[in-house]
């Protein structure tokens, strides 16, 4: 299936950057506001950042949540909940990214509870999923990415926006991206899944590739069916890089 929709361009800063970096979002917003990509933008920024960058964006890009909890409010110190993001200014949110699958144990069920929660805020939720290197030798990609899907992503609420990452763990921050062939192959398995459970919401919901995006690929990788935008680690923290990655969005 060819994907006509607008892509979504998506950054995710991770736990980099103070008040000083705010200049990065300025300068991104206004090269944005200057060249009119056919792409939504959005950066993914620590919650400290939330409220400041959303003025940095002046409105160009959106600006969004790496996490949220999975309740709405409560005795629960140090998290942050989805309405707290929106509130901040964020209007979209990941959850699931394999980092915090990994050095925080959550789980499928924990995902799909978080993004429950970011939808009821009425926040984009982007779903990460990928297999691991091992997974992947196993030949175990696709059930992998199945199971995560179906244990990930909860009921949609009218009017709410969902959509799905898939990044492979081992071509996070790796410098590694998978063969055309292989992104194409999961996009497809996951748009199957999503179609299964969703029916025409399903169809039009974007799936994004993450995973060592950067300029010299970017183009590429947004050209290939099913890739509905990107996700992008390393190359989101400099204004200069996120902007040539911009430059690559097919016209
Ligand atoms: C990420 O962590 O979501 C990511 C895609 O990182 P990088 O682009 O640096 O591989």
């Not at 409220?51 to 600006?63: M, P």
């Not at 926006?161 to 492979?168: D, F």
């Not at 183009?219 to 099913?226: E, N, T």
């Not at 935008?229 to 690559?248: H, P």
Request: glycine fraction near 12%.
């Amino acid at each position: 299936m060819r994907i006509t929709m607008r892509p979504l361009i998506a950054g995710n800063w991770k736990m980099h950057g103070v008040g000083s970096r705010l200049n990065q979002i300025e300068d991104i917003a206004a090269s944005v506001g200057a060249s009119r990509p056919e792409a939504d933008v959005l950066l993914c920024v620590p919650a400290t950042l939330i409220f400041r960058a959303a003025r940095a964006a002046a409105g160009q890009i959106a600006i969004g949540g790496e996490d949220c909890a999975m309740e709405a409010e409560g005795a629960f110190t140090g998290d942050v909940s989805a309405d707290m993001l929106k509130d901040a200014g964020a209007s979209a949110v990941i959850v699931g990214h394999s980092e915090r699958r990994e050095h925080h144990g959550e789980t499928d069920a924990v995902v799909a509870a978080k993004a429950r929660s970011a939808l009821r805020s009425g926040l984009l939720a982007i779903v990460c999923i990928g297999e691991s290197e091992a997974q992947r030798r196993d030949g175990k990609t696709m059930v992998v990415c199945g199971e995560q899907l179906a244990g990930s992503l909860p009921e949609i609420p009218d009017g709410g926006e969902l959509a799905v990452a898939y990044e492979p763990l081992w071509a996070i921050g790796s410098g590694h991206i998978p063969t055309a062939a292989d992104v194409i192959a999961v996009h497809a398995h996951a748009r199957s899944c999503l179609v299964l459970r969703f029916g025409d919401e399903g169809r039009a919901m974007r799936i994004l590739y993450g995973g060592s995006v950067k300029a010299e690929n970017a183009q590429s990788i947004l050209d290939l069916a099913d890739v509905g935008g990107v996700l992008i680690g390393g190359a989101s923290l400099s204004a200069a890089d996120f902007d040539a990655v911009l430059r690559a969005v097919p016209r």
